[in-house]
T-cell receptor, first 117, second 111 residues
Framework: DGGITQSPKYLFRKEGQNVTLSCEQNLNHDAMYWYRQDPGQGLRLIYYSQIVNDFQKGDIAEGYSVSREKKESFPLTVTSAQKNPTAFYLC????????????????FGPGTRLTVL | RKEVEQDPGPFNVPEGATVAFNCTYSNSASQSFFWYRQDCRKEPKLLMSVYSSGNEDGRFTAQLNRASQYISLLIRDSKLSDSATYLCVVGPKTSYDKVIFGPGTSLSVIP
């Protein structure tokens, strides 16, 4: 089945630790995104990548890092510099990130709930 | 002014009611518009795209008013299963700009 997978579903981290959230898609999509959602709030864009080996900061990139070495994978590292990392993290992908005026539908993974202890 | 704003909600309606959500956007050059649905503690899923001429999918009707820069979603004959948060999403004027998600409007359909 084609889709986006995120792992783990739940993650607990001690303060001061870096953690990496996995996001994999087999939809052959060029563009991938990371969002953060806090209780009762909307999605905020952390990073996005429109093509392999290229990515851009979103609205709240501080304390996060990403890589896009393969088309299928877009891991997010939450570093110890992120002040309030406890949140629901959502990864998404869309078919084509460049060369088009109209945005494509974004397909989301099931998310990872990160809790800092 | 926020880039995408939605009715704050929550909306609590009885089964069978008709409910309408509004969404306004600030970038007049925006080109793409969507409604997503997000169930509690789940990921958002596309409900429908919004076209200039308006579009309908069963009990759901979406309208776009470019002059006033707002999008609406009408749900007729509400079902219990419609209970969710509805996210308005506005796409960029170029493919290099990011998509903006609204904060969402919560709907509870009551028996």
């Amino acid at each position: 089945d084609g889709g986006i997978t995120q792992s783990p579903k739940y993650l607990f981290r001690k303060e001061g630790q870096n953690v990496t959230l996995s996001c994999e898609q087999n939809l052959n999509h060029d563009a991938m995104y990371w969002y953060r959602q806090d209780p009762g709030q909307g999605l905020r864009l952390i990073y996005y990548s429109q093509i392999v080996n290229d990515f851009q900061k979103g609205d709240i990139a501080e304390g996060y890092s990403v890589s896009r070495e393969k088309k299928e994978s877009f891991p997010l590292t939450v570093t110890s510099a992120q002040k309030n990392p406890t949140a629901f993290y959502l990864c998404a992908s869309s078919i084509d990130g460049r060369g088009r005026t109209f945005a494509d539908t974004q397909y989301f993974g099931p998310g990872t709930r990160l809790t800092v202890l | 002014r926020k880039e995408v704003e939605q009715d704050p909600g929550p909306f609590n309606v009885p089964e069978g009611a008709t409910v309408a959500f509004n969404c306004t956007y600030s970038n007049s050059a925006s080109q793409s518009f969507f409604w997503y649905r997000q169930d509690c503690r789940k990921e958002p899923k596309l409900l429908m795209s919004v076209y200039s001429s308006g579009n309908e999918d069963g009990r759901f009707t979406a309208q776009l008013n470019r002059a006033s820069q707002y999008i609406s979603l009408l749900i007729r004959d509400s079902k219990l299963s419609d209970s969710a948060t509805y996210l308005c999403v506005v796409g960029p004027k170029t493919s290099y700009d990011k998509v903006i998600f609204g904060p969402g409007t919560s709907l509870s359909v009551i028996p």
